[in-house]
C-alpha cells in the first residue's frame, strides 16, 4: 500500500490550495479515505473523510465550509481542495486508508502516506 500526498506550499491568508493524494497497491474504490493534519508540536487532527463511493463526505469543525474533500477513483486519487486558508491551517497534511469494517468517519488507520506541508502566512 502506497499514498502519497502532494500540492502542499507557501500561500498567503485567504488563499486556495488544492492537495492531491495518490493510492496503489490496494483497491481504492473499495476504501473509505481520510485527511489528516499535523502542525508543529501539535497532535494529529482530523480533517476530513470520504466514503468509498464518494457520496458521503465530513469535515472538522475548524474546515467545515471551506475545505471541500472528494476522489477519483478512475484515478486512484483523494483530493482536498482548501479555500479561504488561515494561519492556523499551518500544518503538515496527509492522507490515510479507514480500515475495512469502520464507518468512513471513524479515526482508525491502517495506513497513512507521507504528508505534503501547507504553510500559511503573509
Known amino acids: 500500500v502506497q499514498l502519497q500526498a502532494y500540492g502542499g506550499g507557501l500561500v498567503q491568508p485567504g488563499a486556495f490550495l488544492k492537495l492531491s493524494c495518490e493510492a496503489s497497491?490496494?483497491?481504492?474504490?473499495?476504501?473509505?479515505m481520510a485527511w489528516y493534519r499535523q502542525a508543529p508540536g501539535q497532535g494529529r487532527e482530523w480533517v476530513s473523510a470520504?466514503?468509498?463511493?464518494?457520496?458521503?463526505?465530513d469535515y472538522g469543525v475548524s474546515v467545515k465550509g471551506r475545505f471541500t474533500v472528494s476522489r477519483d477513483n478512475a484515478k486512484n486519487t483523494l483530493y482536498l481542495h482548501m479555500s479561504n486558508l488561515k494561519p492556523e491551517d499551518t500544518a503538515e497534511y496527509y492522507c490515510?486508508?479507514?480500515?475495512?469494517?469502520?464507518?468512513?468517519?471513524?479515526?482508525?488507520?491502517?495506513?497513512r502516506g507521507q504528508g505534503t506541508l501547507v504553510t500559511v502566512s503573509s
Open positions: 497497491g490496494f483497491t481504492f474504490s473499495t476504501y473509505h
Open positions: 470520504i466514503n468509498s463511493g464518494g457520496n458521503m463526505k
Open positions: 490515510a486508508r479507514v480500515p475495512r469494517g469502520h464507518y468512513y468517519t471513524a479515526t482508525a488507520v491502517d495506513y
